[in-house]
């Protein structure tokens, strides 16, 4: 069996008198793709955001594995952090608010190598066009800017920025929700492409149980900061136990476009 990558144990998460994430333990295997669903305040995104030390946790561990070592991720040093951060990257919900529209699509891509002193094999340049090779873009895209792009193209420009560092973990938070269905279901069928290529290790935070079943090999169900129910994707989306599961699988329909090829 894999080896866990990412662990989170017993992590509660409170905002004065409110617990919004509370006593959630998961592991997140290498190579796997681990589904995280629930509704809107389920504390889905948050669980996610500790899990990267985005967010820091009111209790509990969150360990990362890399190189033979683990790394106690709410102990070891800023500076400690900071050297990790290349190892787990993260796609953002809204691909508008998350690129800075004062930076081409070069400068964009460009930076995560100059703030982490880093040069690819074969220089920046041309990890910049293999990149946007990758997430289905032209080379001409580099020299233009954020507005020039539809909603679809930024969030293949947020997912090229992401992997420029081939990171060890890559989280992804809702990241077709605020496409429209048909824009969605091509992202993320290249989502799908590119674990397939690449053997990514990854964490899908989604509402949708159609999207989970398509791209995960676990899945986790959240309800009011707790996990409800685990499982392989056909345990959870094709038989679950909880009653709740089973009203996500009822309101969400499936989408054009993905979950028609695995049975």
């Known amino acids: 069996m894999p080896n866990a ?28 793709t681990l589904g995280i669903v629930g509704e809107s305040g389920s504390g889905k995104s948050t669980v996610a ?3 990267l030390r985005l967010v820091e946790p009111s209790a509990g561990d969150v360990r990362f594995h890399s190189g033979g070592r683990e790394y106690d991720l709410r102990r070891i040093s800023a500076r400690e952090m900071r050297r990790l951060r290349r190892k787990l990257s993260i796609v953002f919900q809204d691909p508008y608010a998350a690129l800075d529209p004062r930076m081409t699509v070069r400068q964009t891509l460009a ?8 040069v690819p094999a074969g220089g920046v340049a ?20 954020p507005h020039e792009f539809s909603g679809g193209q930024r969030q293949r420009v947020n997912i090229a920025r992401a992997l420029a560092l081939r990171p060890e973990v890559l989280v992804l938070d809702e990241p077709v929700s605020a496409l429209d269905v048909s824009v969605g279901a091509q992202v993320i069928n290249l989502l799908r492409d590119l674990q397939r290529q690449y053997g990514l290790t990854c964490v899908f935070i989604s509402h949708s149980m159609p999207l989970v079943r398509y791209l995960c090999d676990r899945v986790v169900v959240m309800q009011r900061g707790k996990i409800v129910e685990s499982g392989t994707w ?30």
Do not use: N, W
Not at 13 to 18: Q, V
Not at 254 to 261: K, M
């Open 5 to 32: 990558v990412l662990r989170g144990e017993h992590l509660v998460k409170t905002y004065g008198s409110a617990r919004v994430i509370d006593d959630v333990s998961l592991e997140v295997l290498a190579g796997e």
């Open 49 to 51: 955001r500790l899990l």
């Open 111 to 118: 930076e995560p190598f100059a703030i982490h002193g880093e």
């Open 126 to 145: 041309a990890r910049l066009r293999e990149l946007l090779g990758e997430v289905g873009l032209d080379e001409s895209a580099l020299g233009r800017y």
């Open 234 to 263: 056909r345990e959870v989306c094709d038989a679950p136990r909880e009653t709740y599961t089973r009203q996500l699988l009822a309101a969400t329909p499936e989408l054009p476009g993905v979950a028609a090829d695995r049975m």
